[in-house]
């Protein structure tokens, strides 16, 4: 009887399919409409769906680091108060998206750490409106990219890292959030769009972190701008379903 249940039920979930969450889709934060919070509020940090993201806030100087959250919808703003803009003007669904700085001086790394070790499909995600500015056109402390003649061979790279519980790296995505290697200089980009990124290849992981590298580079380190946007961050689908299955199954047995 539980036997025929089980493949009933397997049965069912196959052909009708389960709703499953993303581990993070920040819509479940509240915030008012064309607003953000930076950790302001002294708490280190926030939790959306099954994962916590890091905060670091520095009272003396208004500053933060690690993971913000916004709804801007304003893609023309420029200079460090667009900071916490999506350049596509808005999330990739829903209205909230995070935003990641790295801190280079006070060492914090934009960091997510997951409630159990699992894997991960992947992420999305997209410039902010300072960096993107920062090298279209250049500022005060970071170069256009391509420079005046469009030739020079700029990039910016985004480096995630996974880990397991242990805080033993399993291996490393990266993704360019924009470059101008080109022999062709029509095919030199800047991300304005949501990207999915693929971080199934780092395996069995506890948390992530995110680096960057650039071709702009000073005496103090990278000159552009470190920040980054990212949305609904996606289960991977197997391991869940087997959840979902196992749940199934355990209640067939009560049943039975």
Do not use: H
Request: negative net charge; proline residues 2%; contains cysteine.
């Amino acid at each position: 009887m539980a036997s025929w249940r089980l493949m009933s039920l397997i049965f069912v979930f196959v052909i009708t399919g389960v709703s499953i969450a993303d581990i993070a889709d920040f819509d479940d934060l509240s915030l008012a409409a064309e607003s953000y919070w930076n950790g302001s509020d002294g708490s280190g940090g926030f939790t959306s769906g099954s994962a916590n993201f890091n905060n670091y806030y520095n009272t003396a100087w208004g500053s933060w680091a690690g993971f913000a959250y916004s709804n801007i919808k304003d893609s023309s703003a420029q200079g460090l108060g667009s900071q916490y803009n999506a350049i596509t003007g808005g999330a990739q669904s829903g209205d909230n998206y995070a935003v990641g700085y790295l801190d280079t001086y006070n060492q914090i790394t934009p960091t997510i750490v997951m409630d159990t070790e699992q894997l991960l499909t992947g992420l999305y995600v997209i410039n902010n409106n300072y960096t993107y500015y920062s090298m279209l056109n250049g500022d005060a402390y970071a170069k256009k990219f391509g420079g005046d003649t469009g030739d020079d061979a700029d990039w910016f790279l985004l480096t995630i890292t996974g880990k397991d519980a242990g805080g033993t790296a399993t291996d490393t995505v990266d993704f360019y959030l924009a470059d101008f290697r080109f022999a062709d200089n029509s095919q030199d980009y800047i991300v304005n769009t949501w990207e999915f990124v693929d971080t199934s290849g780092l395996g069995t992981i506890k948390s992530l972190e995110f680096t960057f590298s650039s071709s702009d580079v000073g005496d103090y380190g990278i000159n552009t701008p470190t920040y980054f946007a990212m949305d609904t961050v996606v289960p991977e689908p197997a391991t869940l379903a087997l959840l979902a299955l196992g749940a199934v199954y355990l209640r067939s047995r009560k049943v039975c």
